[in-house]
């Protein structure tokens, strides 16, 4: 009940192209929904996060769209270029533990030129 | 302002030595926590510590695993006896209160 299932495990995207990753869990206690971008040799860096009180939120290029009733939320990255090849997690929190971040097993992205 | 500094960045150990992990936070953060990420997995939440108490270890093996983050200094992630399977990835993480983490660049632990 505690996991955060993430897929897919690798994406090929071309440059200019939409990259979605998708991600499931079981636990409705979950309230706090990161998404963390972590590049070789260094830690995962905060991308953009939501709670379920919203269904869908927007920074530059990146959107979370959150899916309460089928427990499922996604990461789009519009018009993907090369410099956002990394590992991207997912990520889900109790509100009480916040800090307790439960992360997926990562899917890791590759943008061609 | 720096961010969270860890060090070393790589630590190479023999089994059944100790390995110690050091963490210093951003400036004007008082929670730290302390993660591992296995080989092509996510990161495990292992550790919750303010400023010289431990507020959650509920991810924290048995045995052979301590952290402390005491008054003055960084942050210590002690293992003692180390065996093959701790060799991992040990994220760092602060935050001013227990939202938003930071995370530092990791310490590679190999065990040989």
């Known amino acids: 009940q505690q996991q955060v299932k993430q897929s897919p495990q690798s994406l090929i995207v071309q440059k200019g192209g939409i990259s979605i990753i998708n991600c499931a869990y079981e636990n409705t206690a979950f309230d706090y929904f990161p998404w963390y971008q972590q590049f070789p040799g260094k830690g995962p860096a905060l991308l953009i996060a939501?709670?379920?009180?919203?269904s869908e939120k927007k920074e530059g290029r990146f959107t979370i769209s959150f899916n309460k009733s089928a427990k499922q939320f996604s990461l789009h990255i519009m018009d993907s270029q090369p410099g956002d090849s990394a590992t991207y997690f997912c990520a889900a929190s109790i509100e009480d533990s916040s800090y307790k971040l439960i992360f997926g097993s990562g899917t890791r992205l590759l943008v061609r030129p | 302002n720096a961010g969270v500094m860890q060090n070393p960045r790589h630590l190479v150990r023999r089994r059944g030595q100790e390995a110690r992990l050091r963490c210093s936070p951003m400036?004007?953060?008082?929670?730290v926590y302390w993660y591992r990420q296995l080989p092509e997995e996510g990161l495990k939440f292992m550790v919750y510590?303010?400023?010289?108490?431990?507020?959650?270890e509920s991810g924290m093996p048995k045995e052979r695993f301590s952290a402390e983050f005491p008054k003055e200094g960084p942050s210590i992630l002690r293992i003692q006896q180390v065996v093959r399977g701790d060799s991992a990835a040990y994220f760092c993480?602060?935050?001013?209160?227990?939202?938003?983490?930071?995370f530092g660049s990791g310490t590679q632990l190999s065990v040989l």
């Open positions: 400036k004007g953060h008082s929670h």
């Open positions: 510590l303010q400023k010289e108490n431990i507020i959650d």
């Open positions: 993480a602060s935050s001013p209160r227990d939202e938003k983490l930071f």
């Open positions: 939501i709670r379920p009180d919203v």
